[in-house]
């Protein structure tokens, strides 16, 4: 069974600073691997996802992540921190086994931003 | 941009009544998905849908539930007889095809079950 971890339910940067939210994953076979964003009362936008190919990818608003195998992880990074990125944000797994596999949600980290 | 449209966004019920949550998925979409979040936890998968039946479902997607597409665009999701425990955010969901796609997520329904 696939799993996922965000480290940290909660962080906060500065507005300009360094944004970066942690995702490790727990599965036999790497998966496709994604990150959602959640603002208030919306739903869940796909911000960028990785399945195969170059490891590091971007999203969009300025986001990207990198696939390290190594490290089973899927950290999602951005250089400067704007107000409108406070919401929540999701890392989720997806098995390559299947056709139409679930996705699997880690517990979620809330961005919060200062200005 | 297409949407997945949910209706209603907000739905207060009373404990042991019916409840039906509406989507209206993508049109070209071919796989369909409910979802919820209980307040403060993480989002949970309830069921998928394929090829007009049920793909597969979670351990939460009991008999109180059902699924159903009835005509060409909508898909919904029936709670038979609520229970407290059911209040939470119920996102619906539609894709594309394979396990590399994304999934495109409706703004969802708030259910509060009193």
């Known amino acids: 069974a696939q799993s996922v971890t965000q480290l940290g339910s909660h962080v906060s940067v500065s507005e300009g600073a360094l944004v970066l939210l942690r995702c490790n994953y727990s599965s036999s076979v790497p998966p496709y691997l994604f990150w959602y964003v959640q603002y208030p009362n919306q739903g869940l936008q796909l911000l960028l996802k990785?399945?195969?190919?170059?490891?590091l990818v971007k999203g969009i608003n300025g986001f990207e992540a990198e696939f390290k195998k190594s490290e089973t992880s899927f950290h999602l990074t951005k250089p400067s921190a704007h107000m409108s990125d406070a919401a929540e944000y999701f890392c989720a797994v997806r098995s390559r086994n299947s056709g139409y596999s679930t996705l699997t949600f880690g517990k979620g980290t809330m961005l919060l931003v200062s200005p | 941009e297409p949407e997945v449209t949910q209706t209603p966004s907000h739905q207060v019920t009373q404990m042991g009544q019916e409840v039906i949550l509406r989507c209206v998925p993508i049109s070209n979409h071919l796989y369909f998905y409910w979802y919820r979040q209980i307040l403060g936890q993480k989002v949970e998968f309830l069921v998928s849908f394929y090829n007009n039946e049920i793909s597969e479902k979670s351990e939460i997607f009991d008999d109180q539930f059902s699924v159903e597409r009835p005509d060409g665009s909508n898909f919904t999701l029936k709670i038979r007889s609520t229970k407290l425990e059911d209040s939470a955010m119920y996102f619906c969901?539609?894709?594309?095809?394979?396990?590399?796609?994304?999934?495109?997520f409706g703004s969802g329904t708030r259910l509060t079950v009193v």
């Open positions: 990785y399945t195969t190919g170059a490891t």
């Open positions: 969901a539609s894709s594309e095809g394979g396990a590399n796609y994304g999934y495109t």
